[in-house]
């Protein structure tokens, strides 16, 4: 059984940065790929981006693309999701979630990730 644990989200301006990490127990998070997802009041739950297992490839929604950058370090079983210029539309909760063990490639289903974390506000005022 895999635990996450995200930390970092608060309140910032529209324009600001923010970081937010996602640990994680265990002794097969280099065997996971990770993924981020958000979810605003009201609305399902969006896929964000995602990281391979060894941090060699990255893919992201969108909407964040060019904006967000999400990284990996197997060594200290973290990952992270850089968010630059947010903007009031990126108010959600954050989740991070591990995929299925050993697999490539996960997708944009939240149907794919076998793990997830209790999730970290972030707010964006305009």
């Known amino acids: 059984q895999v635990q996450l644990v995200e930390s970092g989200g608060g309140l910032v301006q529209a324009g600001d940065s923010l970081r937010l990490s996602c640990a994680a127990s265990?002794?097969?998070?280099?065997?996971?790929?990770m993924g981020w997802f958000r979810q605003a009041p009201g609305k399902e739950r969006e896929f964000v981006g995602r990281?391979?297992?060894?941090?060699?490839?990255?893919y992201y929604a969108d909407s964040v693309k060019g904006r967000f950058t999400i990284s990996r370090d197997n060594a200290k079983n973290t990952v992270y999701l850089q968010m630059n210029s947010l903007k009031p539309e990126d108010t959600a909760v954050y989740y991070c979630?591990?995929?299925?063990?050993?697999?490539?490639?996960?997708?944009?289903?939240?149907?794919?990730?076998?793990?997830w974390g209790q999730g970290t506000q972030v707010t964006v005022s305009s």
């Open positions: 990281i391979s297992r060894s941090g060699s490839s990255t």
């Open positions: 979630a591990a995929g299925r063990l050993d697999t490539l490639l996960p997708g944009r289903r939240a149907t794919e990730y076998d793990y």
């Open positions: 265990g002794r097969t998070f280099s065997r996971h790929a």
